[in-house]
Nanobody, 121 residues
Framework: QVQLVESGGGLVQAGGSQRLACAAS????????MGWYRQAPGKQRELVAALTRSGRLKYADSVKGRFTCSRDNAKNTLYLQMNSLKPEDTAVYYCNANNDYDFKFNPGGYWGQGTQVTVYS
């Protein structure tokens, strides 16, 4: 079974930046889609950003222009660069790897344990 381990979460001031990493135990190129989801207290889990094997990207409207999802196949790692952070970005961020046909609210595949990102003003 594939293991995904997120890192890079923490406490950051509003307007600042943070970079998350998701290290996979296997080859990330084996998956059709890898992405980041987040869940804030009292809110539904949402898709933040995702990247297909072919390089197609999808972002939540709330993070467009601020977040960038990328990968390093040689390191089997998915990244999420978060800039201009807002308090509403506060959530647990989860890495997902799946072989769905398209980006989904509720994807299949594998999940990491999550990493907490807290943005304060």
């Amino acid at each position: 079974q594939v293991q995904l381990v997120e890192s890079g979460g923490g406490l950051v001031q509003a307007g600042g930046s943070q970079r998350l990493a998701c290290a996979a135990s296997g080859r990330i190129s084996n998956f059709n889609i890898m992405g980041w989801y987040r869940q804030a207290p009292g809110k539904q889990r949402e898709l933040v950003a995702a990247l297909t094997r072919s390089g197609r990207l999808k972002y939540a409207d709330s993070v467009k222009g601020r977040f960038t999802c990328s990968r390093d196949n040689a390191k089997n790692t998915l990244y999420l660069q978060m800039n201009s952070l807002k308090p509403e970005d506060t959530a647990v961020y989860y890495c997902n790897a799946n072989n769905d046909y398209d980006f989904k609210f509720n994807p299949g595949g594998y999940w990491g344990q999550g990493t907490q990102v807290t943005v304060y003003s």
